[in-house]
């Protein structure tokens, strides 16, 4: 079956920009997470949805960055007035659900901010 | 809070050779340990977990791991490295909540020469 899949893989944008980074997880996954990889860098937790709800975003840094997952399938991750320090590589996983199980990591989109 | 320190930034090895990638975690409560691999251009991949039970733990790829609650650590091992293991290894941790969010390590850049 497939696995995790990200769109697009890489993203170019301008300061101040809007973008949208799009994740669709395995099929029957009810958990998802964002994750964020900065060069060098270990991923780095920004938001865990269980199903439509966001059940822990305590690692989004600010108010630019906000997440949804409306049907409890694909979630989008946006990022309002873009700077170049939001430059990263964004990783999306998902899991059957909570309990420690395995997440299965998508490609990840590449996040460049002139 | 948890956290996770991985001492070797790069670890340089010829082939055959056996190979130790360290890794301390630091938590208030139970965890669950696992090494994640990352081959160039592309995803995160399980090697292994510890939720559980017997502390030395095999995973794919001829790697184990052993917890060791006393030194807080997970190292990672094998005893005949292949050229193809040249990869990133990231060690991660989670518990101690419902989320299942990992907390991951900096990563050991792992290079293995002929």
């Known amino acids: 079956g497939a696995g995790v899949s990200q769109t697009p893989s890489n993203k170019v944008t301008e300061k101040g920009k809007y973008v949208e980074l799009r994740c669709d997880p395995i099929?029957?996954?009810?958990?998802l997470y964002w994750y964020r990889q900065s060069l060098g860098q270990g991923p780095e937790f920004l938001i865990y949805?269980?199903?439509?709800?966001?059940?822990?975003d305590s690692g989004l840094p600010n108010d630019r960055f906000f997440a949804v997952r409306p049907e409890g399938s694909v979630s989008t991750l946006k990022i309002q007035r873009t700077e170049r320090g939001d430059s990263a590589v964004y990783l999306c996983?998902?899991?059957?659900?909570?309990?420690?199980?395995?997440?299965?990591f998508g490609p990840g989109t590449r996040l460049t901010v002139l | 809070a948890q956290s996770v320190t991985q001492l070797d930034s790069q670890v340089p090895v010829f082939e055959e050779a056996p190979v130790e990638l360290r890794c301390n975690y630091s938590?208030?409560?139970?965890?669950?340990l696992f090494w994640y691999v990352q081959y160039p251009n592309q995803g995160l991949q399980l090697l292994l977990k510890?939720?559980?039970?017997?502390?030395l733990v095999k995973g794919i790829n001829g790697f184990e791991a052993e917890f060791n609650k006393s030194q807080t650590s997970f190292h990672l091992r094998k005893p005949s490295v292949h050229i193809s293991d040249t990869a990133e290894y990231f060690c991660?941790?989670?518990?101690?909540?419902?989320?299942?969010?990992?907390?991951f390590g900096t990563g050991t850049r792992l290079q293995v020469f002929p």
């Open positions: 996983a998902s899991s059957l659900s909570g309990g420690a199980r395995e997440q299965f």
């Open positions: 099929s029957g996954h009810t958990a």
């Open positions: 949805f269980q199903g439509t709800g966001a059940a822990d």
């Open positions: 938590s208030s409560v139970s965890v669950y």
């Open positions: 510890y939720l559980s039970g017997s502390t």
């Open positions: 991660a941790v989670s518990g101690g909540d419902n989320t299942d969010k990992l907390i």
